[in-house]
């Protein structure tokens, strides 16, 4: 059966766009660019359908259940990293895997940090590269730059299984190039920039339905050997209308060589 929801797809513009993060100094306070909201198709990887493979979409559902109850207090860090940097071995077997960020959404209009509502991925060449720099210093990165490496996100319901807002996927071999946009990102300390990704109707969505806290989505956003980035964004749909409970999620950023 054909499910369907809302997303925000970028727009092109002759000028350069930017999403003000923070802005004025003020936490969760966000400036975007203009974005327009179209209903799409979504296939549900829980049923028969195309296949999804990360080798070829970049995107993986898997069941991995975690040790960590409560993110947001206690020291869960070391452990968490510990079951991802084993979860991407096991499964796509990389040698290295380094866990450098983790971000707590929840879908509440007092959250400071809500989930992304935008078509997007999250580096472009220039910013993974700089990135990379970032995380490991230029030496070491010089190092990485000569074999294969990547990064990979980590998605995972907390609390409750997802009844609103998942996180949707567009396929990447169902995306052009030219849908792509580059977007500043502005903080009060930096800059930054993503990939928006323009309406294409040629786009073909997917996500997991009703994920669990014991089920992780993980997908590419960057892959120096031409992987493809993952275009993704919370889809705006309802499982159950007769269900109240909030979403929450964490999303983990990972480096990994291969």
Known sequence: MPRTGVVNYHVHKPERQAFEIDADGIVGNLVSPELVSTRVTIQDAREDGKPISFARDGIAFETHPSAVQDFASGNWQLTYDVELSELLREKLGVKEVIVFDHTVREDDPNSDRKPARNVHSDYSTEGAEKRLVDILGADRAAEWSKGHYAFINIWRPVGTTINSAPLG???????????????????????????????????????????????VAFFNIYDNRDLPSVAHSAIDMVEDPAVTTIRRSIESRTLVRY
């Open 169 to 215: 996927f567009v396929r990447p071999m169902s995306v052009k190039p030219e849908d792509w946009i580059l977007i500043d990102l502005i903080y009060p300390d930096r800059r930054g920039h993503i990939m928006g990704l323009a309406a294409n109707t040629e786009h073909e969505w997917v996500y997991q339905s009703k994920m669990t806290p014991d089920e």
